[in-house]
């Protein structure tokens, strides 16, 4: 079974930063691509930032330069570090894995960007 438990989120000025956690359980970790998506007030959920199993990472262009995404295997986790946060950031960010045919998904943490 695999599950993810992001953490980080929370409220925070334009210009300020934070990072996401997000930990996974199961086996084979390293193996597997790590997606962050979010979902703004009456927005569809989109894809922020993807990290591959050779860490090879692509980014959605409205956070290019300001977001960076990493993953530890040893720590089972994936991070995302946003800068220069601007208010359209607010979102409730997710976590996502893909194994075969089945998505997995976090329970998600909230971002907001306001002064």
């Known amino acids: 079974q695999v599950q993810l438990v992001e953490s980080g989120g929370g409220l925070v000025q334009p210009g300020g930063s934070l990072r996401l956690s997000c930990v996974v359980s199961?086996?084979?970790?390293?193996?597997?691509?790590m997606d962050w998506y979010r979902q703004g007030p009456g927005k569809q959920r989109e894809l922020v930032a993807s990290?591959?199993?050779?860490?090879?990472?692509n980014y959605a262009d409205s956070v290019k330069g300001r977001f960076t995404i990493s993953r530890d295997n040893a720590k089972h986790t994936v991070y995302l570090q946003m800068n220069s946060l601007k208010p359209e950031d607010t979102a409730v960010y997710y976590c996502?894995?893909?194994?075969?045919?089945?998505?997995?998904w976090g329970q998600g943490t909230q971002v907001t960007v306001s002064s």
């Open positions: 990290i591959a199993y050779d860490y090879s990472t």
């Open positions: 996502h894995t893909a194994r075969g045919a089945a998505d997995y």
């Open positions: 199961g086996s084979w970790f390293r193996v597997y691509a």
